[in-house]
């Protein structure tokens, strides 16, 4: 089992900026690959970003330029710097880690963290 702690959303004008942060805990013998999606009111739910062990990144279009992902292998955390908010970007933002543990590879979720962002 693996558990996710996310932190860092909140209320924020349009133009600003947070940081998300994502820590898994567990017997965790290696993560693959860490990201963050997104999901609005009615909507479905969105890749933002997603970055590999190695570091390699993708963005979804909307955030390029603008997010930054990042990831601290040694603490097992992932992090979404997020600048020039606009208030599209208002969502629950959620946490995904790929990781090996004892059964096996599982595909663990935060429990979301809500990003509100005001014009």
């Known amino acids: 089992q693996v558990q996710l702690v996310e932190s860092g959303g909140g209320l924020v004008q349009a133009g600003g900026s947070l940081r998300l942060s994502c820590a898994a805990s567990g017997i965790i013998f290696r993560i693959n690959a860490m990201g963050w999606y997104r999901q609005a009111p009615g909507q479905q739910r969105e890749l933002v970003a997603t970055?590999?062990?190695?570091?390699?990144?993708n963005y979804a279009d909307s955030v390029k330029g603008r997010f930054t992902i990042s990831r601290d292998n040694a603490q097992n955390t992932v992090y979404l710097q997020m600048n020039s908010l606009r208030p599209e970007d208002t969502s629950v933002y959620y946490c995904?880690?790929?990781?090996?543990?004892?059964?096996?590879?599982?595909?663990?979720w935060g429990q979301g963290t809500q990003v509100t962002v005001s014009s």
């Open positions: 995904n880690v790929g990781a090996l543990v004892r059964g096996g590879w599982a595909n663990s």
């Open positions: 970055i590999t062990s190695d570091g390699r990144t």
